[in-house]
T-cell receptor, first 114, second 116 residues
Framework: AQSVSQHNHHVILSEAASLELGCNYSYGGTVNLFWYVQYPGQHLQLLLKYFSGDPLVKGIKGFEAEFIKSKFSFNLRKPSVQWSDTAEYFCAALKGGSARQLTFGSGTQLTVLP | DTGVSQDPRHKITKRGQNVTFRCDPISEHNRLYWYRQTLGQGPEFLTYFQNEAQLEKSRLLSDRFSAERPKGSFSTLEIQRTEQGDSAMYLC??????????????FGPGTRLTVL
């Protein structure tokens, strides 16, 4: 069965630090990949997505992610975090073809200290 | 902003009672999904509709759970004879049925269910 792993459960950074959150998926075929963010008290919002083409994708609020097929990874990065980036971040995968269900990782709670 | 809406936002019930949740997708979206999220976990897929047809069901969806989307617009998720293990956040998402947007799901705020 397809699975998505996020190895960092809680990350604490100071403002202006660089961020990298790990995400690995298990499915070997065509896959669409997503990062969602959930700010405190708010619903899940799409941060960025990868379907095909350039493996480096840019999302909102200065976030980017790199798809590395050989490593089955889709890590999220931001060069300089802000206090307002404090949130829970979820990586998700959608198997290509007819499958429609998103498979989510368990999430990474990011706390940015002012 | 006409995003995905869910009602109620919170529901507290006693074990054994039935509960029903409603989801209104983004108006032009014909795909609708239900997920369940428990504390410390990511959302888990429950079921999916294209228009009024329920096309996929997870094994997590026991026979106490039923979902409908009678007119291809809003959807309801009913849980019969609730158990304490049903306590979770129930999330609804919707997506378009064309192009790259086919695979992008937009989520509602969720209904938090507490079973006492």
């Amino acid at each position: 069965a397809q699975s998505v792993s996020q190895h960092n459960h809680h990350v604490i950074l100071s403002e202006a630090a660089s961020l990298e959150l790990g995400c690995n998926y298990s499915y070997g075929g065509t896959v669409n990949l997503f990062w969602y963010v959930q700010y405190p008290g708010q619903h899940l919002q799409l941060l960025l997505k990868y379907f095909s083409g350039d493996p480096l994708v840019k999302g909102i609020k200065g976030f980017e992610a790199e798809f590395i097929k050989s490593k089955f990874s889709f890590n999220l990065r931001k060069p300089s975090v802000q206090w307002s980036d404090t949130a829970e971040y979820f990586c998700a995968a959608l198997k290509g073809g007819s499958a429609r269900q998103l498979t989510f990782g368990s999430g990474t709670q990011l706390t940015v200290l002012p | 902003d006409t995003g995905v809406s869910q009602d109620p936002r919170h529901k507290i019930t006693k074990r054994g009672q039935n509960v029903t949740f409603r989801c209104d997708p983004i108006s032009e979206h014909n795909r609708l999904y239900w997920y369940r999220q428990t504390l410390g976990q990511g959302p888990e897929f429950l079921t999916y509709f294209q228009n009024e047809a329920q096309l996929e069901k997870s094994r997590l969806l026991s026979d106490r759970f039923s979902a409908e989307r009678p007119k291809g617009s809003f959807s309801t998720l009913e849980i019969q004879r609730t158990e304490q293990g049903d306590s979770a956040m129930y999330l609804c998402a919707s997506s378009l049925n064309s192009g790259g947007a086919l695979y992008t799901q937009y989520f509602g705020p969720g209904t938090r269910l507490t079973v006492l």
